[in-house]
Nanobody
């Protein structure tokens, strides 16, 4: 059974930091480039960063470039993907999701809410 579980979100003040985690299992996620996406209030889901299947290469969109670091650990049956976020801004408020970087996407997890507010 394919499952993606995100965690680590919360309420943080502007300028603060969070570390998001994702555990993906049930299919060959270790052979896939993985990404973090976010969906803000009233907005479409957008990709934030992605990492190659072996973690050797990372890419960041301008929306959070310089403020986030993506990484991953490939275990035997699960893949963990992390997003270290710094200097958070109110416009970073969104639900953050983890999935393969490109379609076909696995079934989406519930995401983790990040709220940046003073």
């Amino acid at each position: 059974q394919v499952q993606i579980v995100e965690s680590g979100g919360g309420l943080v003040q502007p300028g603060g930091s969070l570390r998001l985690s994702c555990v993906a299992s049930g299919m060959a996620f270790s052979s896939l480039a993985m990404a973090w996406f976010r969906q803000g209030p009233g907005k479409e889901r957008e990709v934030v960063a992605w990492v190659s299947h072996n973690g050797a290469s990372t890419n960041y969109r301008d929306i959070m470039k310089g403020r986030v670091t993506i990484s991953r650990d490939n275990a035997k049956d699960t893949v963990s993907v992390y997003l270290e976020m710094n200097n958070l801004k109110p416009e970073d408020t969104a639900v953050y999701y983890c999935n393969s970087v490109a379609s076909p996407f696995a079934r989406w997890g519930q995401g983790t809410q990040v709220t940046v507010s003073s």
